[in-house]
């Protein structure tokens, strides 16, 4: 058993600290990159802002999608992320460092995996969302090709994965349903399997078993 008694958030986000240009330059000419922005860009749903992503690392998404503020806990990528977008502030998901009912588009992307307490993180993504504001999770499900990938990668000691637990799509759309955010639109892309990517897809409505990369977009009630 282990004896490292930091916060899991801690152990999670040392990996990205440590390796921070090295996961930056990853996201370089990455076809991977243009497929899974594709998906984000593609949503039907109109999100308002301040739009404010969790888990921002060095920020290729946020600087494309009009990310106002990233959060992140740890401290490298954000100092990346700084000169992309106007805002970052170092934090939790767990504990998010925002006002209630300010939000207005909150990103989770590729990131809910890393925390060992989503439901806590979904919660607090309900409380600082405006009435009528959205969540917009970006994930590779358990199930999917890219999922399984990643877990053998996980398996076989790859550092970037050691914390990750890929959850299946279920399983999140009831910790959303718990934590007050009825999904309003899902779309699937990335049906090529990580070994053979080799051109650029767009995404499609709904979700589907045989994608590798899903976005939900999650509504916070009017009424609170
Ligand atoms: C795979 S990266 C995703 C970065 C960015 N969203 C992207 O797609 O390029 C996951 C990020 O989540 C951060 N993270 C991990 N656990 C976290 C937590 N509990 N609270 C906030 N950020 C966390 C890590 O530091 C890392 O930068």
């Known amino acids: 058993m282990s004896d490292d008694k930091r916060p899991y958030w801690q152990k999670a986000s040392q990996v990205f600290d440590e390796r921070a240009q090295e996961y930056d330059s990853w996201y370089d ?9 594709a998906a984000l860009q593609e949503l039907e749903t109109e999100l308002v802002g301040p739009r404010v992503e969790l888990g921002v690392g060095p ?5 494309e999608l009009g ?7 740890a401290r490298t990528p954000l100092t990346i992320a700084g000169r992309r977008i106007a805002g970052v502030c170092q934090g939790t998901g767990e504990d998010l460092p925002l006002i209630a009912d300010g939000v207005g588009t909150l990103f989770i992307l590729f990131t809910l995996c890393f925390m060992d307490q989503p439901q806590r993180v ?4 309900e409380q600082v ?5 959205h969540l917009v999770l970006g994930m590779i499900p358990a199930r999917g090709p ?9 398996e076989a000691g790859h550092p970037f994965y050691e914390y990750a637990s890929f959850y299946e799509m279920k399983e999140v759309e009831g910790w959303l349903a718990t934590a007050g955010l009825q ?3 899902l779309r699937s892309s990335l049906y090529q399997g990580p070994e053979g990517l080799v051109e650029f897809e767009s995404s499609r409505p709904g979700w589907h078993g045989d994608a590798g990369f899903v976005v939900l977009v999650a509504r916070k009630g009017v009424m609170g």
């Open 59 to 63: 920020g290729r998404f946020a600087a």
């Open 29 to 37: 000419d990455s076809l991977l990159f243009d497929i899974e922005l």
């Open 146 to 154: 890219w999922g399984q990938a990643l877990q053998a990668k996980k």
């Open 122 to 125: 979904l919660a607090q993504a």
């Open 129 to 133: 969302l405006r009435p009528g504001g």
């Open 183 to 185: 999904v309003v639109e």
């Open 67 to 73: 990310v106002a503020v990233g959060i992140d806990s």
